[in-house]
């Protein structure tokens, strides 16, 4: 304990030499300089106002207040980031449900087939939430099952979309696609023989034959703190 009792006077007597020092530099403005140097702006030049010993004294704590200043800037920075990021995973996830589904265009409709390059309507949803991490069953009517109840009005992009292409409509699910917004869907077609994208608008039919949504993905409202802090970020990275 007497160890580092000695080495905790030890810092302190340190820091009393240095603020008696920094009090002794002649006609030296502390309030300004102390501001300048916290707001990391010009650092004024006091070379003819001190003494050689005030003035290397003064440069050598003005340099290692820089770095330090400097190192808590750019770890704070870090921190900033890495919460916007983690806020908007969410809008992350459901981009990525998307992408992958475009890439997947044209690929063949066979019933029954899972990837990589043919798929049934299940069998194309099922890869594509895999991807983002989502697991599903493997029909379309288990698929049905999962997430929360959508209505048509309130469909949201990554949102599952089910429908009854029974000759005649029964209400059961035999058919599922993935909602893309402005009123289109992608989905494996059997009609088509491939993967394709398809508008509620121009083809009535499956408007007709909708039944519901799912909603597997889960829209989180973005942390105010990060969205209030974007621009301070930005300008900071830019001095």
Known sequence: MSFF???????????????????????????T???????????QDVSHTVSHKEYLLYTSMKNNLKKELESYKKNSLQNQFLTISSCYSNNTLEEKVELYAKNLLGKKYVWGATGPNKFDCSGFTQKVYRTAGINLPRVSREQAKVGKYITYENLKRGDMVFFDTNHKKVGKVNHVGIYLGDSKFIHASSGNKKVVITSFNKRRYYKNRFLWGRRIIKHLKPKPLALNHIEEVTRRVNL
Not at 8 to 22: E, S, T
Not at 33 to 43: Q, S
């Open 33 to 43: 300089t102390f501001n300048h140097t916290y707001n990391l702006l010009t650092f």
């Open 5 to 31: 009792r000695n080495i905790l006077l030890m810092i302190i007597a340190v820091q009393l030499f240095v603020a008696l020092q920094l009090l002794a530099i002649k006609k030296w403005n502390l309030q």
